[in-house]
């Protein structure tokens, strides 16, 4: 019987800012079955990147936790929830807003969730102080032409 949803990972790593890239392509690796566009794929790895940053650098004050990643395809659209269980957000509006920035002395850009939305369909944030950050973001991505499908099949068939 088919679930809600067409595949799903989960990915547990500790909050080192180097784990920061890992994360970034290992969603990468999971959403290019649904063959996304360079561009899409790229939007993806950003806004990956900027919740993973914010958990490490804002969620854990770069203090030793867990940050952790499941991600969802539902037929033509990804899913991520990135979610640690650091400090929390003590306003989640003013968060969000552009420029700002909670940590103004690491020169951050407090450009973060402003660059999640911009590159996700979805974001919504959820926070609760002492308990942590999750966010939920969702991309759609295009369907194929069926000049880009013939392409694809052929490039498949001379790289096998």
């Avoid at 969000?96 to 969730?113: A, I, W």
Wanted: glycine residues 6%.
């Amino acid at each position: 019987m088919k679930g809600l949803y067409d595949n799903e990972m989960k990915l547990e790593f500790s909050s080192k800012t180097c784990n920061e890239a890992f994360a970034r392509i290992a969603v990468a690796a999971f959403v290019s079955q649904l063959d996304p566009t360079i561009d899409e794929l790229s939007d993806i790895k950003t806004a990956v990147s900027e919740a993973v940053t914010n958990s490490i650098i804002h969620g854990y004050d770069d203090e030793n936790g867990i940050v952790k990643i499941e991600a969802k395809i539902y037929i033509d659209t990804v899913q991520i929830e990135i979610s640690d269980n650091g400090k929390g957000i003590e306003d989640v509006e003013m968060a969000m807003k552009p420029l700002y920035t909670s940590k103004p002395d690491l020169e951050r850009s407090g450009m973060g969730f402003t660059i999640m939305e911009s590159f996700m369909d979805e974001i919504k944030v959820e926070s609760a102080i002492g308990f942590g950050t999750k966010v939920c973001m969702k991309k759609k991505i295009s369907p194929k032409t069926e000049e880009e499908n013939v392409e694809n099949d052929i490039k498949n068939v001379l790289e096998a």
